[in-house]
């Protein structure tokens, strides 16, 4: 936009979005509008609902957990194509925020525990979108760690952490050109996110960055506060703190302007995409790749010997777990993808695979609020609805088809239109015809953002009010608050369910109902018997799809009491078990100690069930490694309760020693540490050599041989412990890694670099980056706590490196097993 010949009055309303999803444009100055959408996981349509089909990747954790920048670019880039298809010209997304304690809500949408692989992956997946001319807004700014009450709590963090560790990884995609950021809800240290010059300082003036800082949706407080502090957009609008209902002064002319400006350069950026591909080739390959990006991510964390499962020889496989048919595809967030009914299970894809596959269910599916569906089984029928939407004077307004049990409305309602503008009650009733399967008690679950009924066959069976609950909006739609009432029915008896809502003016609206049935038998018995009666045991266990939520929490790190038990059960009858973990977060591993075989698979996306079949079968390599620490008691985690203060205060006591780091230094041992995993080739390293003499020269390169007659995967990490200061512990964190596949009965040599900046701390009273002289100690390994050689290093206040020679600990570990060479 250069200098500008207008008034920045003329431009003010630009700093306000000018609806839910998209920007003003202007003629004037040539600026278009820009419409955005949530998408860590694909793209979310602008109803949030059911209806939007979109492509749905792994989750954030489960591509952390290739270690793969190469493969997660292309998981970006297909999220770009997706932008394409439905005219979004901005995501938000990747979320950068860290892993601070196994119980945060939204793990899985994190890219795990260290600030040096959330950059690098979060990076390569922005890179990826922007690749395709869509605007990747990397959020959320800054340590939005944790969800509860994020809207209200604060973070009390040091400076020195701050910048180090929770800064730094929107530090690198700002580096490395990200287009825009979105700040987060909670405060730092007393200041709103929205209003914290600090941090948006560090990016504009400190780095010179030159993309747009937007709000989190509802996020924005004091419009001439987060004006003056750096944030150029409020969202949504229409403007509530920013764009016109900013005062008329002068002052506040020049960071008007800055805004525009900025918002005409993101515009620029997005206004000529690459052309996007609808052929069926071109779908068939996006799909490819997030079936091979579930794959990449799958960690193998235990093999003693079973896997992997070769079709031939393992005639007889019993699949069991409620996971199998109903697993966790994603999680429960507003930026929840609308996934392709015809998505194939595990269990479909498993027994496509071999040849003689049996299913038991061994225990229920665990939900919140259980789907209500018409049928139960791996093939159930689509939920149809009919919903009806009455207006402030009770009208019929509008009538449409729905097929999900949990309906959310923001800002607008169809034929009711603006919900803020709501005058006197409106009504929203959604009905439709439920057959029983089995006779008994049947538990209907019903809630809402109004005053909610339940009618079973024309009388009341229930009410809710969701009116009068304390907090806030959002975390009521994603918390779905409800009441149950129980019903008997015979097996094959229809009643017709009306789910009605009466509400008033509000951000938004939702309703949610389900229906649990009658458990159908001795579960854990009949999955005993199957798998005493079979060759090997593929046992899936885990989270619902409504596990994972925002604005909550979790309050443990265990599997439910009931998987636990079958887990044990089955592993008893048949040692041959594999255990597949669908959970994205770290879980007590003690309930799997007898399986022969542990693989976690996070929340992979559409691509679940065939890239599962395809591990388990040795098609392909479970080619993750833990981006996350399992501890092997909760104790050991450096943080634990996500619950602020009686003043609203989260303390980050801990430090820069967050994840494995607080592992390292002080000398815990993890159930299974981070960087662990295991593959189905037999990689070992030869030799390391140290190149460069400055700080700003050194890589590491190191050969390593496959000895096995397939090809495999090796990610050798490489980490750093600093020269403590007075008074702390010691310093010892990752940086650098790769992903390297290597040819069977072949060599590959991977080429690790380091950046000057791991041998400097952050000067909290210069405001810059200072060198660190002393003695440092270089560790090349399998994983955090798995080592292959030491280097000690001397570095100089000049920045000069004084090497010694390579210390091997490999053949060490050769003798006591202590290798996570894929095996």
Request: glycine share 10%.
């Amino acid at each position: 936009m250069g200098s500008p010949a207008f008034d920045w009055r003329q431009v003010a309303h630009l700093t306000a979005g000018q609806d839910m999803w998209s920007t003003h444009p202007l003629a004037a100055i040539g600026l278009k509008s820009m419409r955005f959408s949530d998408g860590p996981m694909g793209i979310t349509g602008g109803r949030v609902d059911e209806r939007d089909l979109a492509l749905l990747t792994p989750c954030g954790l489960a591509l952390a957990a290739s270690w793969d920048t190469a493969q997660v670019r292309k998981v970006g880039q297909v999220v770009g194509d997706e932008a394409l298809r439905l005219g979004i010209q901005g995501i938000l997304a990747p979320n950068l925020n860290l892993m601070r304690s196994p119980l945060a809500g939204r793990a899985f949408e994190l890219f795990g525990e260290d600030p040096l692989l959330i950059s690098h992956l979060g990076g390569a997946w922005a890179a990826g979108v922007q690749s395709r001319g869509v605007a990747s807004v990397i959020k959320h700014l800054v340590c939005n760690d944790s969800e509860t009450d994020r809207r209200n709590m604060n973070v009390a963090v040091d400076e020195q952490t701050l910048r180090e560790v929770y800064f730094r990884p929107f530090e690198y995609t700002a580096s490395r050109g990200a287009w825009g950021m979105l700040t987060a809800y909670n405060s730092v240290n007393g200041v709103r996110c929205a209003e914290l010059g600090q941090a948006i300082g560090w990016l504009k003036q400190g780095m010179g960055w030159d993309g747009l800082i937007m709000s989190d949706w509802f996020g924005t407080h004091n419009g001439v506060a987060s004006l003056k502090a750096g944030l150029d957009l409020e969202m949504p609008g229409p403007a509530r703190h920013m764009g016109e209902a900013l005062p008329d002064a002068a002052a506040i002319g020049k960071y008007v302007v800055d805004a525009a400006q900025r918002l005409q350069r993101l515009a620029e950026r997005v206004a000529n995409p690459a052309p996007y591909d609808a052929s069926a080739t071109a779908e068939s390959e996006r799909k490819h790749v997030l079936e091979e990006a579930a794959a990449a991510g799958m960690v193998l964390l235990r093999n003693d010997g079973l896997l992997p499962l070769q079709p031939g020889k393992h005639k007889r496989i019993a699949v069991i777990g409620p996971n199998a048919v109903q697993p966790c595809f994603q999680g429960g967030t507003f930026a929840k993808v609308a996934l392709d009914p015809a998505t194939q299970m595990p269990v479909t894809s498993i027994a496509a695979r071999f040849a003689d596959v049996q299913y038991a269910e061994g225990v229920v599916a665990e939900y919140r609020i259980p789907p209500l569906t018409l049928s139960r089984g791996a093939s159930r029928e689509p939920l149809n609805l009919n919903v009806t939407f009455r207006d402030g004077e009770g009208r019929q307004v509008h009538q449409e088809a729905r097929h999900a049990s949990s309906l959310i409305w923001f800002k607008h309602m169809p034929g009711v239109g603006d919900l803020l503008a709501l005058e006197g009650t409106a009504n929203v009733t959604a009905c439709t015809v439920m057959q029983a399967q089995r006779s008994g008690v049947h538990r209907f679950f019903v809630g809402g953002t109004g005053e909610v009924s339940l009618f079973i066959d024309g009388l009341e069976q229930a009410r809710f009010d969701g009116v009068t609950l304390s907090g806030d909006i959002m975390g009521k739609l994603m918390q779905s608050p409800h009441t149950t009432v129980d019903v008997a029915l015979e097996a094959g008896q229809q009643v017709s369910l009306e789910f009605s809502m009466n509400l008033r003016c509000s951000l938004a609206h939702g309703l949610w109902f389900g229906c649990r049935a009658p458990e159908q038998g001795e579960l854990l018995e009949q999955a005993v018997a199957l798998a005493r009666d079979v060759d090997s045991v593929v046992l899936m266990v885990g989270e619902t799809a409504d596990a994972g939520l925002e604005s909550v929490d979790r309050d443990t790190t265990q599997l439910s009491a009931a998987q636990q038990a079958l887990i044990r059960s089955v592993c008893e009858v048949n040692p041959r078990t594999v255990v597949v973990l669908n959970v994205a977060h770290p879980v007590d591993t003690a309930c799997l100690e007898r399986a022969a075989a542990v693989i976690v698979a996070w929340y992979p996306g559409q691509g679940f069930g065939p890239a599962l079949a395809s591990v388990l079968a040795g098609d392909r390599e479970p080619g993750g490694r833990l981006p996350v620490t399992f501890a092997a008691q909760e104790q050991d985690y450096p943080a634990w309760s996500l619950a602020p203060d009686a003043n609203a205060n989260l303390h980050y006591r801990e430090q820069w020693w967050v994840g494995y780091r607080h592992f390292a230094a002080n000398a815990l041992k993890p159930a299974f540490p981070f960087g662990h995993g295991l593959g189905y080739a037999l990689i070992e390293p030869e030799v390391a050599q140290l190149f460069g003499e400055q700080v700003d020269q050194l890589s590491v390169s190191l050969s390593l041989l496959n000895s096995s007659t397939r090809p495999g995967k090796a990610v050798p990490q490489l980490y750093l412990q600093a020269p403590a200061e007075e008074g702390e512990q010691a310093r010892y964190c990752l940086e650098a890694f790769l992903a390297v596949e290597v040819p069977a009965a072949g060599r590959a040599v991977a080429n690790l670099v380091l950046e000057a900046r791991s041998f400097s701390r952050w000067d909290c009273q210069a405001q810059r980056w200072r060198l660190r002289p002393g003695l440092y100690r270089l560790t090349l390994g399998a994983s955090s706590s798995e080592s292959w050689f030491q280097l000690a290093l001397h570095v100089d206040e000049r920045g000069r490196v004084e090497a010694g020679a390579w210390h091997s600990l490999f053949a060490e570990g050769i003798a006591t097993g202590d290798t996570s060479s894929a095996k």
